[in-house]
């Protein structure tokens, strides 16, 4: 039912609530390891290199994790572990956008929270135009309730900018990329240079790193660049909210693809039954 992602495939064929609050940059991995969120604060784009700058955009109030998932927090939640690079304070990955969105409506129960989803896995989903997505689950949403859920492009694009604290920043908390980022550069035993190059990466052995080793953005978020690419709600298409498509938006880049990824406004897609060693996700909530 899953689908390797195209990167990984033509690579490796060939590649709770007690802790929301506005934690500061200083922030431990312990409290990450409690599933820290951060409350953002809402508004319209400050940052000028966002795609949704100068639109009449303006977000509410809403949290997000301070870190990607990791695989220990996975596992409390699902049980086994995906991750091709394991390690507890690891981001998981290897899990498709089917699979974020039943961790977020398990650990939304586990929680004693509503969940945000609702899914029927009986039907097709009419606006999944994918021809090699064979799961087409339909998903909706359940507007009002207090459980964890995948960010929305805009969430996602609007927290790793730095909200209403934005500096415009190409990366997220930074115009450097190793500052902020784990890219095939720097994931590996030895940094990187030259073109984008697979055999080099793979004997570099570049990997997934553990969660926060890098500068936070303005509002103390770890990761958003870099690391692992990130699933976000969104249908991927020309507009920037689509009510159907082919694939499933991905945001932040990760440490397999091009540093270009990891830019706050790069938009990635993936078809949401895909999956690879450098795709993982964050949780939000409604503030």
């Avoid at 498709?96 to 989803?117: F, H, M, Q």
Wanted: charged content about 20%; glycine content about 12%.
């Amino acid at each position: 039912m899953r689908r390797l992602s195209m990167s990984f495939a033509l690579i490796a064929l060939a590649v709770a609530v007690s802790a929301c609050s506005q934690a500061s940059p200083a922030a431990t991995k312990d409290q990450a390891q409690a599933g820290q969120l951060i409350l953002v604060k809402g508004g319209t784009f400050k940052d000028t290199k966002s795609n949704f700058y100068g639109h009449s955009i303006a977000l509410p109030d809403y949290y997000i994790g301070q870190y990607e998932v990791t695989q220990r927090e996975w596992i409390e939640v699902m049980g086994g572990n995906p991750s091709q690079n394991k390690g507890s304070g690891l981001p998981v990955e290897m899990v498709s956008w089917y699979d974020a969105i039943e961790y977020c409506n398990k650990r939304s129960v586990k929680e004693g929270l509503t969940p945000y989803y609702t899914i029927d896995k009986s039907k097709k989903d009419p606006n999944n135009t994918s021809e090699h997505d064979t799961v087409k689950w339909i998903v909706t949403i359940n507007a009002e309730a207090n459980g964890y859920r995948l960010p929305t492009e805009a969430e996602w694009e609007y927290a790793a900018s730095g909200g209403q604290l934005s500096k415009s920043y190409t990366y997220s908390g930074s115009n450097a990329p190793d500052e902020v980022s784990w890219n095939w550069r720097n994931a590996g035993t030895k940094y990187l240079s030259g073109d984008w190059n697979w055999p080099l990466i793979e004997s570099n052995h570049n990997t997934t790193k553990p969660i926060g080793g890098k500068k936070p953005n303005e509002l103390g978020l770890y990761d958003m660049s870099g690391n692992i690419r990130e699933w976000s709600w969104n249908w991927y298409g020309d507009g920037l909210d689509n009510s159907s498509g082919a694939l499933r938006v991905v945001k932040g880049g990760g440490w397999l693809g091009d540093v270009v990824s990891n830019e706050v406004s790069y938009r990635g897609k993936f078809e949401a039954n895909g999956f690879g060693p450098d795709q993982g996700f964050r949780v939000s909530r409604n503030g």
